[in-house]
């Protein structure tokens, strides 16, 4: 359908592997660790056939209980070593997304990701921001994409309230402003709820790209 639509995919997720098989790359279970990183392996894999990154976000688990924070980021460093090896043999990147802290405990700013990426040569590694949890999380959402610069590699489009740009509050022109300082050429992808009905969602989304960058 892409083909025939000349469309190009933006990217591929992973969400499935916790939402409907309860798998996280941080699960104190080595056997399920193990099956975690084979989902997303497979899922680079598969995002790699038609050219498009594949997204980490809730798979990246979170630390607590048993678990500590270095170790649960131990494991988090391994699984992407090995997921950034695997989409470079792509020739395409992966891509960490920041969650808010509802979701995980990780990482919930972009800058602090960012350095953590370049830290650990990750290099075929980039950040989704995603304007939704950067709503709940930054103090400045213009003034985290500028600090972490070249490492935002793909962007949720998203609404305060998660629905189409336009009908919650977050201010988009600073945020368009960013994004051009930083020099990002990527997609403006939309991850939001289908309101008040999925078409008029699209048509708004579209809308608001075009009011915003022209």
């Not at 950067?134 to 793909?154: C, T, Y």
Request: proline share 3%.
């Amino acid at each position: 359908m892409a083909t025939e639509h000349s469309l190009n995919i933006a990217a591929v997720g992973t969400g499935a592997g916790m939402v409907q098989h309860g798998l996280s790359l941080t699960d104190g279970d080595p056997a399920k660790r193990a099956k975690a990183l084979d989902f997303v392996l497979s899922m680079i894999d598969f995002g790699g056939q038609l050219d498009a990154p594949a997204i980490l976000g809730s798979m990246q688990g979170k630390w607590g209980d048993e678990i500590s924070q270095e170790q649960s980021l131990a494991w988090l460093t391994e699984a992407l070593q090995a997921c950034d090896e695997r989409a470079g043999s792509h020739e395409v990147n992966f891509i960490y997304e920041p969650l808010n802290r509802y979701e995980t405990n990780q990482f919930n700013l972009l800058a602090p990701a960012a350095d953590y990426l370049g830290s650990h040569d990750l290099n075929n590694t980039v950040l989704l921001a995603d304007l939704f949890h950067m709503n709940i999380e930054e103090s400045d959402i213009a003034g985290a994409l500028r600090a972490a610069g070249p490492k935002v590699g793909h962007v949720h489009f998203a609404d305060s309230n998660r629905q189409a740009i336009g009908f919650g509050h977050t201010q988009m022109t600073s945020v368009i402003a960013a994004l051009k300082e930083i020099n990002y050429t990527g997609y403006l992808s939309a991850e939001i709820f289908p309101l008040p009905d999925a078409t008029a969602a699209a048509e708004q989304t579209i809308r608001a790209f075009k009011e915003l960058t022209s």
